[in-house]
């Protein structure tokens, strides 16, 4: 996104200070302060985020893992897998995630996949969905990202085990 | 002679599938894990009870509803190139697939009442209401050819519809895809209920209207010349044909090649009537589905391969290397 952001800088003819980078410490802050909101339970939590039907999950290395380590919970895909992996199913059961977050356009109940309704996560109800006005925030890498990690944050204080 | 090579077939079929079903509930996240190590994990006890074991069983019992759907169809339509999605069943399951997809985005009522119609209610109320309209083009089952140019047509023009649907929200097409692709991932213990009910009674069904199939091999007026009271019979096949490809491809999506492929593998195997060649079609597209499913997931685990992908490669690389034989010999 940063780099997307200077190229579109020179195109236009601003100046990288004035401009992206202006934009990329907006961003920054924005998603420091979404991490500094957080209460301390959150800390360190295992997450799972889906972002469509397949399973296809957020991985480490994709920009909302990243925003996820930010916000300092523990994604269980690792980046080894890829930014977006179609996992099996029974990946998530054996990583056991304490939350879980399903980006609208995953399309599916949690617990709807065979087995999962046994996650604990599912059982307590630490689940998270989004609106799909929230969900095209979320799911689009750009400006809006600092909102995107507050969204996240908002949710993973409100549902997260304490 | 050929009696005795088909139980030997059949018999060879279901244990290869009892092995596989052996194998499957070893296979998942982590590749290979063997049984007797997972036994004192509860969790490991709840992955195989609940995700791998019906996994397997359903990817054989979907792929054996396929392989029997095959063979009805190239018998119904004397056409060896038939395969079940030729009434228009495929592209109607996709678009009801896309309907549902595309209505989650909407509005959160319509998303409400989507998780609960589902994605596998969707598709398969489309794929009825697809064969139902190719039945409605055709007026009625009598003339092959016709039902034939009217599954196409539905074909063609259902497809175009979800087409425009996955265009005009862009979001759905990976979902979208990976449904097109198939997929063994979803199957609980209920499809895996469903399937065996309808594969039972479809099985029942390709048994008693083989006789039919057996005739219209020889022609249709040969078939009506010997009596064979061809309009009821026909409307039972296709209905067999209908409900056994809707229920597969409702819960898997639509998986390539295996309806196609099985009848023939098992031709080439043994010279068999067709009451024999439909059971026997069940067994292989069992065999080939539950393979598939298995490599799916092992190949490079924890991800996963669309398992569509795969029964193409495997059973179009086995028709390949069979027509290569025989050609050389």
Request: zero cysteines.
């Given at each position: 996104v940063r780099r997307v952001l200077g190229t579109l800088s020179d195109l236009l003819g601003v100046p990288r200070a004035q401009g992206s980078d202006r934009l990329w410490r907006e961003i920054d802050a924005g998603v420091m302060a979404a991490a500094q909101s957080?209460?301390?339970?959150?800390?360190g939590k295992r997450v799972y985020f889906e972002v469509?039907?397949?399973?296809y999950a957020a991985g480490e290395s994709s920009f909302i893992g990243e925003t996820l380590t930010r916000l300092g919970v523990r994604n269980v895909v690792p980046a080894s897998l890829g930014p977006f992996p179609r996992l099996n199913p029974e990946f998530v059961v054996r990583a056991r995630p304490d939350v879980m977050f399903l980006a609208n356009r995953a399309m599916q109940a949690a617990?709807?996949?065979?087995?999962?309704?046994?996650?604990a996560a599912v059982r307590g109800g630490h689940v998270c969905t989004f609106s799909a006005e929230a969900g095209d925030v979320i799911a689009r890498p750009g400006p809006r990202m600092a909102e995107a990690a507050r969204l996240i944050a908002q949710c993973l204080a409100d549902k997260s085990p304490r | 002679m050929t009696s005795r090579r088909s139980i030997w077939l059949a018999a060879a079929l279901i244990a290869l599938a009892l092995a596989l079903l052996a194998l499957g509930v070893c296979v998942g996240s982590t590749g290979f894990g063997s049984l007797l190590a997972l036994h004192e994990d509860p969790v490991a006890r709840q992955i195989v009870w609940d995700i791998r074991l019906p996994r397997t069983l359903g990817a054989w019992l979907a792929g054996a509803l396929l392989g029997l759907a095959g063979a009805v169809a190239q018998g119904l339509f004397?056409?060896?190139?038939?395969?079940?999605y030729l009434l228009g069943s495929a592209s109607g399951a996709a678009l009801g697939g896309a309907l549902a997809m595309a209505a989650f985005g909407v509005s959160p009522a319509a998303a409400q009442w989507m998780a609960r119609v589902g994605i596998t209610g969707a598709a398969f109320a489309g794929a009825a209401v697809a064969v139902l309209l190719t039945l409605l083009l055709a007026r009625g089952v009598q003339h092959g050819l016709r039902l034939l140019l009217a599954g196409v047509i539905v074909g063609v023009v259902l497809g175009a519809v979800k087409d425009l649907i996955a265009i005009a929200s862009a979001d759905i097409l990976q979902a979208l895809q990976g449904f097109m692709l198939g997929t063994?991932?979803?199957?609980g213990w209920s499809a895996c209920g469903l399937m065996a009910g309808v594969l039972a009674a479809c099985l029942l069904g390709g048994w008693l209207l083989a006789p039919v199939l057996d005739g219209l091999a020889l022609g249709e007026d040969t078939a009506a010349s010997l009596g064979l009271p061809l309009p009821a019979m026909r409307a039972a096949l296709v209905a067999v044909l209908a409900l056994a490809t809707g229920a597969a491809v409702a819960q898997?999506?639509?998986?390539?090649f295996v309806g196609l492929a099985a009848p023939h593998l098992v031709r080439s195997l043994v010279k068999t009537p067709h009451a024999r060649l439909v059971l026997l079609s069940a067994l292989m597209g069992g065999l080939l589905l539950a393979a598939a499913d298995l490599l799916a997931r092992w190949l490079i685990a924890p991800q996963e391969l669309p398992v569509g992908v795969l029964t193409a490669v495997l059973g179009g690389g086995y028709l390949l290397w069979l027509m290569h034989r025989r050609g050389a010999r």
């Open positions: 957080l209460p301390p339970y959150v800390h469509s039907r397949g399973p617990g709807q996949y065979p087995g999962w309704a046994e996650l | 004397r056409n060896p190139l038939a395969d079940p063994t991932g979803l199957l898997t999506g639509l998986i390539a």
